[in-house]
């Protein structure tokens, strides 16, 4: 059974670009969140999709932008990179229903981007 | 006040000794909380809940909830070198649908 993929796992981007990061969620799982770990802090809730929806977004600027396919998987897009945008992009995934009684969310092992 | 926060440390201690890690939370989330252990360079993954007031066992961990106090804390027993990771407490929102994590307390755990 795969657990989270998520993909790239690393790359550069210089300011101004865009970048577009791929999750796909643990077999089952039917919600995908992603968060937003810069160095030496805790992971900061971006958003979450679920049915094709957002459905919770944290406090991140209109460039961090989602979408979720009929298969679960999900992208996440940054627009117009700045250099505090460099951290490791974590994809969780988790069943909605579940995730309320359990809190467990099953990450993948990330995307790191470094913006130049 | 954040919604959890943690000291970041880092909190260095002997093997075969007891770790202590804290967490307090703002009434900004819901009464459930979870312990994820992150080594470094890889993903959290989860060790412990507890959702009630008092103590929850599992292995050489306990969690333990105050609730008047609005404090969490995690408390290793025995640790092991092994056991050196950045140590996260999370919250459920009080939608129950969405986990919000403290910065992480660095353990070392030296031989």
């Known amino acids: 059974d795969a657990g989270v993929t998520q993909s790239p796992t690393h790359l550069i981007k210089t300011r101004g670009q865009q970048v577009t990061l791929r999750c796909s969620p643990k077999s089952g799982h039917d919600t995908v969140s992603w968060y937003q770990q810069a160095l030496g802090q805790g992971p900061q809730f971006i958003f979450q999709y679920y049915e094709e929806e957002e459905r919770q977004r944290g406090n991140f600027p209109d460039r961090f932008s989602g979408h979720q396919f009929p298969n679960y998987s999900s992208e996440l897009n940054v627009n117009a990179l700045l250099l505090g945008d460099s951290a490791l992009y974590l994809c969780?995934?988790?069943?909605?229903?579940?995730?309320?009684?359990?809190?467990?969310?099953?990450f993948g092992e990330g995307s790191r981007l470094t913006v130049l | 006040q954040k919604e959890v926060e943690q000291n970041s440390g880092p909190l260095s201690v002997p093997e075969g000794a007891i770790a202590s890690l804290n967490c307090t939370y703002s009434d900004r989330v819901s009464q459930s909380f979870f312990w994820y252990r992150q080594y470094s360079g890889k993903s959290p993954e989860l060790i412990m809940s507890i959702y009630s007031n008092g103590d929850k066992e599992d292995g050489r961990f306990t969690a333990q909830l105050n609730k008047a106090s609005q404090y969490v804390s995690l408390l290793i027993r025995d640790s092991q070198p092994s056991d050196s990771a950045t140590y996260l407490c999370a919250a459920l929102n009080n939608a129950g649908n969405m986990l919000t994590f403290g910065g992480g307390t660095r353990l070392m755990v030296k031989p």
């Open positions: 969780a995934s988790s069943s909605f229903v579940w995730l309320s009684n359990t809190g467990e969310l099953f």
